[in-house]
């Protein structure tokens, strides 16, 4: 009986991988063909928040995603404003260096994630890595910059509209978890918070830039139903590509999650040089596999750095006095060793607290924090 369920779950896990890498495949070659066709980055951003924005809600209440906890307008202006300008900031850059350069090299370049990750973690939030994770930064560096040097249809603006928005994902994924801390919100909720305020943010740029060119430009025919069909398509599938991540990560680890979305680069690098044919030299996948191989590095040293720090790591122990500060057992008769799930010897360590006091709710699990990688998936 175990063993079916075991088998269940890997065959579950693995068919949402592959709908996960071909969802993701179909929306860089169907956004690269749509680029190449309507030269508009912009309306493309603006399609695909529109497609968060109508899409999520019902979608949403259909799986039950619980509502999200009351926000004060204070944190909303001085956090989720700004991630929303982020979002729809970095989604088109992201957009502009797929259209000027090949989707396998923007995905390369992309994979300096990790990079930007720890240089900000460490600016940001005085974080330090152990060796392996500073090691695991050399062949990102370095595969990036042989498949940079390689690259047959390099573009100066799709390299650095590549990194501004591999940098502004890095930065929302920081902040990401200051929200998801704080409000303690399902961050697929916050992900529909953000594509919805983002929408409006954007609606103001989008009119007075693509819209009032798109009136102008006699080349775009607006009864041109191709166009519109791979708009809507782009729009949907990078929407839903959120939604199989979301899932696939609601039943693996965070080190699964993270090699499966590395193994995910490497199918859509490979689908785009299939179906779209680019031009590239051996030298230039090598580069390629160099960077993703090093992003899988950059996975497990970190893994196991969280490990080491479970094991190592122990909050401060502090003499339970609780009859002077809790209300609930004002009554020196009640010997709290009795109770269940307390430590006999009266100490309270590794942050386990008897259910229902002391409980500190603002307690949160490392895997929530990894989790939020799915709100910025690129």
Request: proline content about 4%; some cysteine; charged content about 15%.
């Given at each position: 009986?175990?063993?079916?369920?075991?088998?269940?779950?890997?065959?579950?896990?693995?068919?949402?991988?592959i709908?996960?890498?071909?969802?993701?495949?179909?929306?860089?070659?169907i956004g690269?063909m749509?680029?190449?066709?309507f030269?508009?980055?912009?309306t493309?951003?603006?399609?695909?928040l529109l497609?968060?924005?109508?899409f999520?809600?019902?979608?949403?209440?259909?799986?039950?995603?619980?509502?999200y906890?009351d926000?004060?307008?204070?944190?909303?202006?001085?956090?989720?404003?700004?991630?929303?300008?982020?979002?729809?900031?970095?989604?088109?850059?992201?957009?502009?260096?797929?259209?000027?350069?090949?989707?396998?090299?923007?995905?390369?370049?992309?994979?300096?994630?990790?990079l930007?990750t720890?240089?900000?973690?460490r600016?940001?939030?005085?974080?330090?890595q152990?060796?392996?994770?500073?090691l695991?930064?050399?062949?990102?560096?370095s595969?990036?910059?042989?498949?940079?040097?390689?690259?047959?249809?390099?573009?100066?603006?799709?390299?650095?509209?590549?990194?501004?928005?591999?940098?502004?994902?890095?930065?929302?994924?920081?902040?990401?978890?200051?929200v998801?801390?704080d409000?303690?919100i399902h961050?697929?909720?916050?992900?529909?918070?953000?594509?919805?305020?983002?929408?409006?943010?954007?609606?103001?740029?989008?009119?007075?830039?693509?819209?009032?060119?798109?009136?102008?430009?006699d080349s775009?025919?607006?009864?041109?139903?191709?166009?519109?069909?791979?708009?809507?398509a782009?729009?949907?599938?990078?929407?839903?590509q959120?939604?199989?991540?979301?899932s696939?990560?609601?039943?693996?680890?965070?080190?699964t999650?993270?090699?499966?979305?590395?193994?995910?680069?490497?199918?859509?690098?490979?689908?785009?040089?299939?179906?779209?044919g680019?031009?590239v030299?051996?030298?230039?996948?090598?580069?390629?596999?160099?960077?993703?191989?090093?992003?899988?590095?950059y996975?497990?040293?970190k893994?196991?750095?969280?490990?080491?720090?479970k094991?190592?790591?122990?909050l401060?122990?502090?003499?339970?006095?609780?009859?002077?500060k809790n209300?609930?057992?004002?009554?020196?008769?009640?010997?709290?060793?009795?109770?269940?799930?307390?430590?006999?010897?009266?100490?309270?360590?590794?942050?386990?607290?008897?259910?229902?006091?002391?409980?500190?709710?603002?307690?949160?699990?490392?895997?929530?924090?990894?989790?939020?990688?799915?709100?910025?998936?690129?």
């Amino acid at each position: 009986m175990a063993d079916a369920r075991h088998t269940r779950e890997v065959l579950t896990v693995l068919g949402l991988c592959i709908l996960w890498y071909i969802v993701s495949s179909s929306n860089n070659v169907i956004g690269k063909m749509l680029l190449n066709d309507f030269p508009y980055p912009m309306t493309m951003t603006m399609v695909q928040l529109l497609s968060i924005t109508v899409f999520s809600e019902p979608f949403f209440n259909i799986l039950g995603v619980r509502k999200y906890a009351d926000i004060t307008w204070n944190y909303y202006f001085k956090l989720i404003v700004p991630l929303a300008f982020g979002k729809f900031t970095s989604s088109v850059f992201s957009h502009v260096s797929i259209w000027k350069v090949p989707v396998s090299y923007a995905h390369t370049v992309k994979a300096t994630m990790p990079l930007f990750t720890v240089l900000l973690s460490r600016i940001i939030l005085k974080e330090t890595q152990t060796f392996q994770v500073y090691l695991s930064l050399v062949p990102i560096i370095s595969g990036v910059a042989i498949a940079t040097l390689t690259e047959v249809s390099f573009d100066m603006m799709g390299l650095l509209s590549a990194l501004i928005a591999t940098l502004g994902f890095s930065l929302q994924n920081i902040f990401s978890k200051k929200v998801l801390h704080d409000t303690s919100i399902h961050h697929l909720r916050l992900l529909h918070i953000l594509g919805r305020l983002a929408l409006c943010m954007f609606l103001p740029v989008w009119l007075f830039c693509d819209f009032t060119t798109l009136l102008k430009d006699d080349s775009v025919r607006y009864h041109d139903y191709r166009i519109i069909g791979l708009l809507l398509a782009d729009g949907t599938l990078n929407w839903l590509q959120n939604i199989i991540a979301f899932s696939i990560l609601s039943i693996v680890t965070p080190l699964t999650y993270a090699v499966a979305n590395a193994s995910k680069r490497i199918f859509v690098i490979a689908a785009s040089l299939i179906i779209l044919g680019n031009p590239v030299t051996s030298t230039n996948v090598f580069g390629m596999l160099m960077a993703i191989l090093g992003v899988l590095y950059y996975n497990k040293a970190k893994y196991d750095a969280r490990q080491t720090e479970k094991k190592t790591t122990i909050l401060p122990s502090y003499k339970s006095n609780w009859s002077d500060k809790n209300p609930l057992l004002m009554n020196g008769n009640i010997d709290y060793r009795k109770m269940p799930n307390m430590p006999t010897n009266g100490y309270v360590s590794n942050g386990v607290t008897p259910k229902g006091l002391n409980n500190n709710s603002n307690v949160y699990s490392s895997a929530n924090f990894d989790r939020n990688n799915i709100l910025f998936n690129i």
